[in-house]
């Protein structure tokens, strides 16, 4: 991202709870064809990841999460991200409201 800030094109949508949202808003899409529908993931925030190890540590678990790296941003940075995105996406938009 030209803003220094680290993203990459992924061609799924996770596991369960995101690819239940995609399929979700997939089927509702379905019914009109005005309908876009995209999704991003962000990471965890720094805080979720602290109380996320944790946890794994006072329970003497072993957790296997879909992102076994525990990567975080800040809030304020993955907001700044998603600014970025629609912003890059608007004109795209712009070109299909007026089809």
Same mark, same amino acid.
């Given at each position: 991202?030209?803003?220094?800030?680290?993203?990459?094109?992924?061609?799924?949508?996770?596991?369960?709870?995101?690819?239940?949202?995609?399929?979700?808003?997939?089927?509702?899409?379905?019914?009109?064809? =005005?309908?876009? #529908?995209?999704?991003?993931? /962000?990471?965890?925030?720094?805080?979720?990841?602290?109380?996320? @190890?944790? $946890?794994?540590?006072?329970?003497?678990?072993?957790?296997?999460?879909?992102?076994?790296?525990?990567?975080s941003? =800040?809030?304020? #940075?993955?907001?700044?991200? /998603?600014?970025?995105?629609?912003?890059?996406?608007?004109?795209? @938009?712009? $070109?299909?409201?007026d089809?």
């Amino acid at each position: 991202m030209s803003e220094g800030i680290p993203a990459r094109l992924s061609e799924h949508a996770g596991t369960f709870l995101c690819n239940a949202a995609l399929y979700t808003a997939l089927s509702h899409a379905s019914v009109s064809t =005005a309908s876009l #529908i995209g999704l991003m993931h /962000v990471p965890y925030l720094p805080q979720q990841v602290s109380a996320l @190890l944790r $946890a794994i540590r006072e329970e003497g678990r072993i957790e296997l999460f879909q992102r076994q790296d525990f990567a975080s941003m =800040a809030f304020d #940075i993955q907001f700044h991200a /998603v600014q970025c995105a629609l912003e890059e996406i608007a004109p795209a @938009l712009e $070109a299909m409201n007026d089809i």
